[in-house]
Every structure is written in structure tokens, then in C-alpha cells.
């Protein structure tokens, strides 16, 4: 079946300009997940989103980040006033039931983004 | 310090060699143990789950957890070119979902 889908794959924008990304989990997955990978730093979690609760921002670098996800399925990551800093690979996963700890998570191919 | 401490690396072994990569972490929380494989310009793919302490095969790879000294390991054995990738380790525990992760080790294995 098909597998967690990110969108889109590269973006470039410059600095001050506000971003969106997309995620669409696997069919089914009730948790959702938005990971940042800088080089050099690994990754770090963002933000997490379980069924219809309400999601753990605790990972979100400042209030420039926000996410949503719509209907319990599609999940947007939206990064305001972007700047340099912000350039790296933002991975989406999702997960079958709870999300809590030892659920297998799927990632997505990513989105690269470059601040100019 | 940080909770979970990976070398980078880069790591190049002959083919057919052992390879072996670890992680150390911090938080004794942690219950749940994984190594993910990422192939350039593409998401991390789970390899190995090992819940609690103990070891666990499949096929060509051994992960090991010992978590009185907060340790894991990962084996490959019969190193082959297309092991070439990164190797991130990934834990968590209790009611947190996220995983946390290590920096990664990037293997090159050369034929």
C-alpha cells in the first residue's frame, strides 16, 4: 500500500517569506509526526498529533512553527517569516494506534527546505 | 549532555567485514529501542525494534540493548554496498511518542 507522502519534495524561498508543507500519513494512522533533520544535528521532533487530541507542540523551535491536521488525516506544517536557520529536511511519520512510546514509525521521503 | 549520543562517524569498512555502531543515552525512561537505516535523500526506514534489554536477530543484523549501562548496539554482519546508508538509533518510553533520536552514523561499505 502506499506509504506516508510529503509535499513538496524541495522548497526554496526567501528569507521572510512564509512556508507550507504537506503530509499525507498512511491510511488508517491515527498519530502523525513532524520531525526536523539539520545536517550535523540529527533528528528532532516538532510536533505530534494523536487522533482528535490535542497535539504536543513541545518540540516547536518558536511560535513561527505551527501545524495542523484536518480531519484527522492531512497534516500542514506552516513556518512564518522563514529564515536561514530554518533550512533543513522536515520528515513527517505516522503510526497505526496510540503514538505512545513503541509504535513502529513510518517517515515520509521529506521535504527539503532552503531559506535564502 | 545530550540524551542520546551517536558518533557520526563516517565509518568505511571492506565488504564482508562486521560492522559494528552504538548509542549511549541519558534517560532511563527509555524502554523502547530502534534503529532506523536512511539512504541519501530519503525518510529513515525502521530496521531493528528491541523493547527493554536483551538481544534480537534478523538475518544479516543483531541489535543488542543493555540498559543498566545505557548502551545499544547494532551488528551487521557480511557488510555488503548496499548496507552503505545511515544508521540512526531511536528510543523512546512511557506515555511519550516521539522518538528521540541520535545523530546517525554514516557506514560506506566499499566492494
Known amino acids: 500500500g502506499a506509504g506516508v507522502s510529503q509535499s513538496p519534495s524541495n522548497k526554496v524561498t526567501e528569507k521572510g517569506k512564509d512556508v507550507e508543507l504537506r503530509c499525507d500519513p498512511i491510511s488508517g494512522h491515527t498519530a502523525l509526526y513532524w520531525y526536523r533533520q539539520s545536517l550535523g544535528q540529527g533528528l528532532e521532533f516538532l510536533i505530534y498529533?494523536?487522533?482528535?487530541?490535542?497535539?504536543?507542540k513541545s518540540g516547536l523551535p518558536s511560535d513561527r512553527f505551527s501545524a495542523e491536521r484536518t480531519g484527522g488525516s492531512v497534516s500542514t506544517l506552516t513556518i512564518q517569516r522563514t529564515q536561514q536557520e530554518d533550512s533543513a529536511v522536515y520528515l513527517c511519520?505516522?503510526?497505526?494506534?496510540?503514538?505512545?512510546?513503541?509504535?513502529?514509525?513510518?517517515f515520509g521521503p521529506g521535504t527539503r527546505l532552503l531559506v535564502l | 549532555q545530550k540524551e542520546v549520543e551517536q558518533d557520526p562517524g563516517p565509518l568505511s569498512v571492506p565488504e564482508g567485514a562486521i560492522v559494528s555502531l552504538n548509542c549511549t543515552y541519558s534517560?532511563?525512561?527509555?524502554?523502547?529501542f530502534m534503529w532506523y537505516r536512511q539512504y541519501s535523500r530519503k525518510g529513515p526506514e525502521l530496521l531493528m525494534y528491541?523493547?527493554?534489554?536483551g538481544n534480537k536477530e534478523d538475518g544479516r543484523f543483531t541489535a543488542q540493548v543493555d540498559k543498566s549501562s545505557k548502551y545499544i548496539s547494532l551488528f551487521i554482519r557480511d557488510s555488503q554496498p548496499s548496507d552503505s546508508a545511515t544508521y540512526l538509533c531511536a528510543m523512546s518510553g512511557g506515555s511519550q511518542g516521539n522518538l528521540i533520536f541520535g545523530k546517525g552514523t554514516k557506514l560506506s561499505v566499499k566492494p
Open positions: 534517560n532511563s525512561a527509555f524502554q523502547y
Open positions: 498529533f494523536q487522533g482528535n487530541s490535542a497535539p504536543d
Open positions: 528491541t523493547y527493554s534489554s
Open positions: 511519520a505516522s503510526s497505526l494506534l496510540s503514538g505512545r512510546g513503541g509504535e513502529t514509525q513510518y
